[in-house]
């Protein structure tokens, strides 16, 4: 388990972070998210012992990392799959890894044929591809076969195969009872992947749930209804409290449920041809709750004047 509790951390009159307190259980997902600036990796730092808090812990197990007698075998870590000697073969890096942590060397092998790498396990990493240094990064964070496993953006540069397999290997941990923390901007694959959401702004909290709480939370749902004589159908909910908007061959009844159009349709006397849910986004709900805790603001293209 990973306990923040009261994390503040400043670097000189700016504060990355401030007064964050969360918890992240074992046998689930958990994704962490925030605009960029939020305070997302530096508070993973801390977490991992590299920055050290201004106020506030962050524990692992109930334990400060640094205090960790082999903390590679506690806790498996992702921040910068770049800070890799170029010159090292990731066989190397990786045993270099393997005998700081007293882990057996065979484990090298087992985890560079785990995330596909075996094949050039004896070339330099400064010829590796981003997607090639991504996996390297992972196979360093299952070395020690640890029980947590804190990943910042573990599927940058991958391709969709690599993308899915790493979304099917943190499933399959998680499963496993370990406790899993990720961070990623594609929020997509965020939706398919975290079962929980950690979603901070300007260093602090702003959502701890679930990813289908969040999502209902922070955006609306449209019922999506086609039926025979729309117009009427559309006057029809209207004078039923709703607001159906016309959507070409469709209507859309924002804050509805499909059973109540449903029940009016009925008792309308109307046929109808479809009768759906759409479910805002994942990308929808974070906007919501974190559009005032963007750091850079962009605008779109200016327009010259014709």
């Known amino acids: ?15 990355a972070v401030e007064d964050l307190t969360f918890r992240v259980q074992p046998g ?7 605009p960029n600036g939020a305070g997302k990796s530096t508070t993973m730092r801390m977490i ?18 640094r205090e960790l007698p082999r903390p590679l075998t506690v806790v498996g870590s992702l921040l910068d799959a770049k800070a890799v000697h170029p010159n090292r073969s990731a066989a190397n890096h990786l045993r270099w890894l393997a005998q700081s942590n007293g882990i057996p060397q065979k484990r090298v092998d087992e985890v560079l044929g785990l995330v596909g790498l075996a094949g050039v396990a004896r070339k330099r990493t400064g010829g590796f591809s981003l997607g090639m240094g991504q ?4 196979a360093g964070a299952l070395l020690g076969d640890p ?3 804190v990943l910042d ?13 790493v979304r099917d290997l943190l499933k399959a941990l998680a499963a496993e009872g370990r ?3 990720i961070s990623s901007h594609l929020l997509s694959e965020m939706a398919l992947t975290a079962d929980r959401l950690i979603v901070i702004g300007r260093g602090r909290l702003v959502a701890d749930t679930t990813t289908a709480e969040f999502i209902r939370e922070h955006s609306a749902s449209t019922v999506v209804v086609r039926s025979e004589r729309l117009d009427e159908f559309a ?3 209207t004078r039923a409290g709703l607001e159906p908007a016309p959507a070409g061959p469709a209507l859309e009844v924002p804050d509805a449920t499909t059973e109540q159009v449903g029940e009016l349709a009925f008792t309308g006397g109307f046929r109808l041809y479809e009768l759906s849910m759409r479910q805002a986004s994942l990308e929808e709900a974070f906007m919501d709750s974190t559009g005032t805790a963007v750091q850079y603001q962009a605008r779109g293209p200016e327009r010259s004047a014709k």
């Open 28 to 34: 689930i997902v958990t994704g962490f998210l925030g």
């Open 147 to 149: 029980r947590i496993l």
């Open 235 to 237: 006057a029809h909910l």
């Open 179 to 181: 406790t899993v923390l």
């Open 48 to 65: 991992v012992g590299l920055d050290t808090p201004t106020s506030g812990t962050a524990l692992v197990n109930s334990r400060p990392y």
């Open 153 to 165: 953006e573990p599927v940058n540069g991958l391709d969709p195969e690599g993308i899915r397999w």
């Open 135 to 138: 996996r390297l990064g992972l």
């Open 1 to 15: 388990m990973i306990h923040v509790a009261g994390l503040t951390k400043d670097y000189g009159p700016v504060r």
